[in-house]
């Protein structure tokens, strides 16, 4: 954050590109925001200034004078729009960037707290300034006359250049599996910690049950008139003890929805002599977020002057979970990825990138739980995908060495038949899983998430909802939710909870999946 008025003179040009009165600096990290407050009342008519993104295009954002009116203008050279005409007064304008995706987005401010977008999001194209810039501007058409005033210029590496009205976002990772994030396709889902060393992702898939197929309905019917005729006669405990043995079914009780396990990402460990001499001072910036929107669950934190980031999301049109971990610096991935269950699972490696799972739940001997034995199979696969470095196989698990980019693609299948309401030994999990990898072997990652964003937003744009201002959404959602608990007006935090709620359950009953959410969802951490 810089603070202060800087102020830029306007000298004459016919267009940005041959303005010389500017600032420029280098987009850092891979995504974030750049913010800027601008002072308009000493323009000159024929005057643009503002805030650009520069590249092969030049795409600004600014206020244009013209015979005394000011608008607020926006657009890429040759090609400006007017916004709208804008009074007087101070106008705060942001630009925001995800170099991952090549997507960025101006929006305006009046009282540099509510934004609103003011362009469509578009692409950079860095040419030979191989990588954008921001700039700020200002310049006459006319003649050289006017200065534009500059304050508090912010670069926020946390921003993720998405709408935080509906972004559950965090300073810190998750302590415990209440604090995760969800992700969900209907089927499959997941809840992600944020740990920056030793990140968790527990998984599920909706069929996972423990049990097996039981009629549990009691044979009543015909004993209900008698416990009736009991009851009125005032024999309470004869009619108790008739009821216990002709009312409960067989089995009593039912066994439980079942997690799948856990894919476990394994950095540093914080007490070692390598984590400290790699990152002594440990992480800044760290934010972990949520959002509804797109139903992507990320996590962004800068250790030893690099900016790391992941993504997480369950693709409904792709039926897989999708992991990615990048990095603003090269060859900065080193770690170990890999798969633990409490029990009823095994491990092995296929080549150096795939991590096979396959399992079988044997149901132990329970009293009024159903029959024990060894009943419903389950398998699942890794895959992980990188660019420079090395993978490499060791044991149970995939080491992955110095890479730039590592994308983990997860297929989670059982054997259960939802036709049939049963186990089907004729269906194979392991080759569902072997099917569902192969169909997006061709797909980048640029691919799976745009397929899953445009689907998944497509759900949750059908409803919004606002409830008046102001918004606090630039503070986090513990924080706030702190904040009501001790008598504070939150109403965009209550709206916040209702978009939340519909996507736990478009997560948890859309398709691909079949069988209607559970207790929690779909998400569960346990056995029993």
């Known amino acids: 954050r810089r603070k202060g008025w800087l102020a830029i003179d306007a000298l004459k040009a016919d267009s940005f590109r041959k303005a010389r009165n500017t600032i420029t600096q280098k987009i850092m990290g891979l995504t974030g925001s750049y913010t800027v407050c601008l002072d308009p009342e000493s323009f000159a008519d024929g005057q643009f200034a503002g805030l650009s993104c520069m590249g092969r295009d030049n795409f600004c954002i600014g206020i244009h004078q013209e015979g005394g009116s000011r608008m607020l203008t926006v657009g890429k050279d040759g090609e400006f729009v007017p916004v709208g005409e804008y009074a007087s007064g101070k106008v705060w304008l942001r630009l925001t960037f995800d170099t991952e995706v090549n997507e960025f987005r101006f929006f305006y401010s009046t009282d540099g707290n509510e934004f609103t977008q003011a362009w469509d999001p578009f692409q950079a194209h860095f040419g030979y300034w191989k990588g954008a810039r921001v700039a700020l501007f200002s310049y006459n058409i006319d003649s050289p006359a006017g200065t534009a005033y500059f304050d508090d210029f912010v670069y926020d590496p946390s921003f993720s250049g998405l709408d935080r009205s509906t972004t559950l976002w965090y300073r810190q990772p998750a302590k415990d599996w209440n604090e995760a994030l969800p992700v969900g396709n209907g089927r499959i889902g997941a809840m992600v910690f944020g740990d920056p060393w030793n990140e968790t992702v527990q998984l599920n898939e909706e069929s996972l049950w423990a049990g097996s197929p039981a009629d549990g309905n009691a ?50 460990d914080r007490g070692s002599t390598k984590w400290k001499s790699v990152f002594p001072d440990g992480t800044k910036d760290y934010v972990r977020s949520l959002d509804l929107i797109p139903g992507i669950a990320t996590t962004e934190y800068s250790a030893g002057g690099i900016r790391f980031r992941r993504e997480v999301f369950a693709s409904a049109p792709d039926n897989v979970l999708v992991v990615r971990l990048t990095a603003d610096r090269k060859g900065a991935l080193t770690f170990k990825a890999s798969y633990k269950r409490q029990k009823d699972a095994s491990v092995t490696v296929k080549g150096n990138d795939e991590i096979v799972i396959r399992g079988q739940i044997v149901d132990l001997p329970d009293q009024g739980a159903g029959e024990p034995g060894p009943h419903m199979k389950f398998a699942g696969r890794i895959k992980v995908r990188s660019k420079g470095g090395s993978t490499v196989a060791a044991g149970d698990a995939v080491y992955v060495e110095k890479a730039d980019e590592v994308v983990l693609l997860v297929a989670m299948n059982t054997d259960y038949n939802m036709a049939r309401l049963n186990f089907d030994r004729s269906i194979d999990p392991d080759a569902l899983c072997a099917n569902q990898l192969e169909a997006v072997s061709l ?23 606002s409830l008046g201002n102001p918004s606090r959404s630039d503070i986090p959602t513990d924080e706030r939710l702190a904040a009501m608990k001790e008598g504070g007006s939150d109403p965009a935090l209550a709206a916040l909870y209702f978009q939340f709620g519909r996507y736990l359950l478009a997560g948890s009953s859309r398709r691909p999946g079949v069988l209607a959410a559970n207790l929690q969802g779909i998400w569960n951490q346990d056995m029993n």
């Open 443 to 465: 797909l980048s990652y640029r691919d799976l998430r745009t397929r899953h964003t445009e689907d998944h937003s497509s759900v949750m744009e059908r409803v919004s909802l």
């Open 219 to 268: 044979d009543a019917a015909g004993i209900m008139p008698e416990i009736q005729r009991l009851l009125l006669d005032g024999k309470i405990a004869e009619a108790n003890e008739l009821a216990q043995k002709n009312l409960a079914g067989d089995p009593l009780r039912i066994r439980s929805y079942q997690t799948f396990g856990e894919l476990d990402l394994d950095f540093f």
